[in-house]
């Protein structure tokens, strides 16, 4: 029960800063979005988890699915356009994943579903200079991470970030051929993806809430559980 | 721009609100939603038909919902898809049991938004939700909006014929089938003498020359195919059908939409649709009926579309089968 209300508080933690993150990010974002969009995916954003933040409140007591797969539903009725259904309909399907809480297995199965759905529903690939970029390198790092070396999770989320990273600035030579920008033709090329930076973002709050709220000794009494950071690389 | 507006963020919902006081008896408005569904809804056993997109394109959608057409319509922003949770709530307000068809125009937002709410919808218990894209437009092969053919006024059949099929009984299935055979079988093109006028941005979307004319817009203000010098009426109606028919290519009894864009008076449509008929006939074609009109507009931008449709026996009776839906006559 106490784990529980400690993965609980450090999800409401981690979506906290995920929505200062972005309201921060919303010019650069926004920017981002005017050179290759329609210029409003900062505020689409920013709109979107400010409302995420209200509508988690009455999910206090829920479990983290529940939590989680009201994050989901929020983005979609916030968000709209294509941004929505791609974050909010991916974090909804794979909210499920997390029924048991979160362990470094369900949060790699979170990772996995919320790819799997993105991918299916954008119809993007690695390549197509989209969010896919950006959570691709995200997924498959943070499972081998876990899985083959052993990490930590707060650790594999790190490195998860880190191929994030490598993902976004490898959206800049690309040529569109997915969502708006694919109809600017070379003229995309040159340009970050904004949904692939507004996932690193993401990630990147996460992990520094993660690293926020864990200590070494949560670490090392836990390495085997649920820690918060897992939670968040998915989203 | 001069526009009758209150505040222009809110006219989409103030238009909802007058859609529905217009047709008190016929429908009603979903709480906390712009969404319009027929009164009756859900018709116990009925298999509902839903659509939904942007608003600036009325009549459509809210236009066609009416018995023997569209169960509910949900109405997005202008020129933006309806979110997720409010295309969900009208699935499940439609679903009398039998599973409901989503009519979908084909925009990247408007498609992952109907997949997001179909999959909500079934978390919410609705059995089954079906759902056909339609792609019309002949144009252009990628838009501002979508990969893929764009979602034009041929969507209007497909109300019509799946409503009809829907309004008789026929499992979701069967009316599946027959929307999908409407949009193997329809073509639209469209033209714009003007740019249309967004109520937010209160000034043109494009800019075009008082002697330009742009063939194949998109009904957002998407970009043609030419931008030309000003023709006339006959040639624009020429080269708008002989594209269309090219692709459709229809061999018998067609069905004509001509369309305009919601700033054009009926006078020049009916100038274009005089010619529209006779090229039909010099290809050898049979005129089995025609609709001329505003039937998906993009806001009040001057042009026109016109729409083919080639039929079938089953096409024919579902299109002139009955239906109370105001923006739809049967002829």
Redesign the interface.
Same mark, same amino acid.
């Given at each position: 029960m106490e784990k529980t209300d400690r993965q609980r508080e450090a999800v409401f933690a981690a979506i906290e800063n995920v929505a200062a993150r972005l309201a921060e990010a919303k010019p650069y974002l926004t920017e981002l979005d005017s050179a290759i969009g329609d210029a409003d995916h900062g505020s689409n954003m920013d709109r979107g988890f400010e409302t995420v933040v209200e509508k988690i409140e009455e999910e206090r007591d829920s479990d983290i699915d529940d939590i989680i797969k009201a994050v989901g539903?929020a983005l979609? #009725?916030?968000?709209?356009?294509?941004a929505?259904?791609?974050y909010?309909?991916s974090i909804?399907?794979a909210s499920d994943q997390l029924s048991e809480g979160l362990t470094p297995e369900s949060t790699v199965a979170f990772g996995e579903a919320y790819l799997e759905k993105l991918t299916d529903?954008? @119809?993007a690939s690695v390549g197509d200079k989209t969010m896919v970029d950006a959570v691709t390198p995200a997924v498959h790092t943070y499972k081998k991470s876990i899985e083959n070396d052993d990490l930590p999770a707060q650790e594999a989320l790190a490195k998860a970030v880190d191929a994030a990273r490598r993902g976004v600035e490898f959206t800049v030579p690309l040529r569109a051929n997915? @969502?708006?920008a #694919?109809?600017l033709g070379w003229r995309s090329v040159g340009h970050k993806d904004p949904g692939a930076a507004s996932t690193l973002l993401i990630l990147e709050a996460i992990l520094e809430s993660a690293e926020d709220s864990l200590d070494e000794s949560d670490l090392e009494q836990d390495a085997t559980s649920p820690t918060i950071p897992d939670e968040g690389k998915e989203e | 721009m001069k526009k009758l507006l209150n505040d222009p963020s809110d006219v989409v919902d103030e238009m909802v609100d007058g859609i529905v006081a217009a047709y008190p008896n016929r429908t009603r408005r979903l709480d906390d939603t712009k969404v319009v569904v027929r009164d009756d809804a859900p018709v116990d056993g009925k298999v509902g038909v839903v659509s939904g997109g942007g608003s600036g394109h009325e009549p459509t959608h809210a236009g066609f919902v009416g018995e023997g057409m569209l169960d509910g319509a949900a109405a997005g922003e202008v020129f933006t898809s309806p979110t997720g949770d409010e295309l969900s709530e009208m699935i499940q307000a439609c679903d009398g049991g039998a599973g409901v068809l989503c009519v979908v125009k084909n925009y990247e937002g408007d498609v992952m938004n109907f997949d997001t709410a179909a999959e909500m919808a079934e978390i919410e218990g609705v059995d089954m939700v079906e759902q056909v894209v339609v792609n019309d437009d002949v144009a252009v092969e990628d838009s501002t909006y979508t990969s893929g053919r764009r979602g034009v006024q041929g969507t209007i059949f497909v109300h019509k014929c799946a409503g009809a099929l829907a309004e008789r009984g026929a499992a979701i299935e069967e009316v599946t089938r027959v929307a999908e055979k409407v949009v193997d079988n329809v073509g639209s093109m469209g033209m714009a003498l003007t740019s249309c006028v967004t109520p937010d941005k209160g000034e043109p979307t494009f800019d075009i020359d008082d002697d330009e004319i742009e063939i194949g817009i998109g009904i957002h203000g998407e970009p043609g195919v030419e931008r030309t010098e000003i023709m006339e009426a006959d040639t624009i109606a020429e080269r708008l059908t002989t594209e269309v028919l090219d692709d459709v290519q229809p061999s018998g009894e067609v069905a004509v939409m001509v369309n305009g864009m919601g700033g054009t008076p009926l006078s020049e449509l009916f100038v274009v649709n005089r010619r529209v008929q006779e090229l039909l006939e010099d290809e050898g074609l049979e005129m089995w009926n025609t609709w001329v009109g505003d039937y998906m507009t993009s806001l009040d931008m001057e042009g026109c579309s016109v729409t083919v449709l080639d039929l079938d026996d089953e096409l024919k009776d579902l299109l002139s089968a009955p239906t109370d839906a105001p923006g739809f006559k049967t002829k």
């Open positions: 539903v979609i #009725s916030e968000v709209g356009g294509a929505g259904p791609l909010g309909g909804m399907h529903r954008g @119809g997915k @969502g708006r #694919s109809y | -």
